[in-house]
């Protein structure tokens, strides 16, 4: 069948936990990017609606908040907890 098998007795080469937090800085670091660009087109309701950044500049604080939660978790709520 499949010669890779779920042994549990190894050791990973990167935890979960340093997964979640790479992924996290990750996501930090894009939204920052997407929340800068977003300001320099304009991220205001202008008096025709909005302007060109606007919608970016949500989204992008909806990514890097999410991300400092997840940042989080894995930092600080997940660390008595031991993942393989």
């Not at 997407?34 to 909005?50: Q, R, Y």
């Not at 919608?55 to 890097?64: A, G, K, P, Q």
Request: charge should be negative; aromatic fraction near 10%; glycine fraction near 8%.
């Amino acid at each position: 069948m499949s010669e890779h098998t779920n042994n549990s007795n190894q050791e990973s080469v990167i935890s979960v936990r340093m997964m979640d937090i790479v992924a996290a800085l990750l996501f930090i670091g894009v939204g920052l990017v997407v929340m800068t660009g977003s300001l320099k087109l304009g991220a205001n309701w202008g008096s025709d609606g909005p302007e060109a950044g606007y919608f970016h500049f949500y989204i992008s604080l909806i990514i890097i908040l999410s991300s400092v939660v997840t940042l989080y978790q894995a930092a600080v709520v997940d660390k008595k907890r031991i993942f393989c």
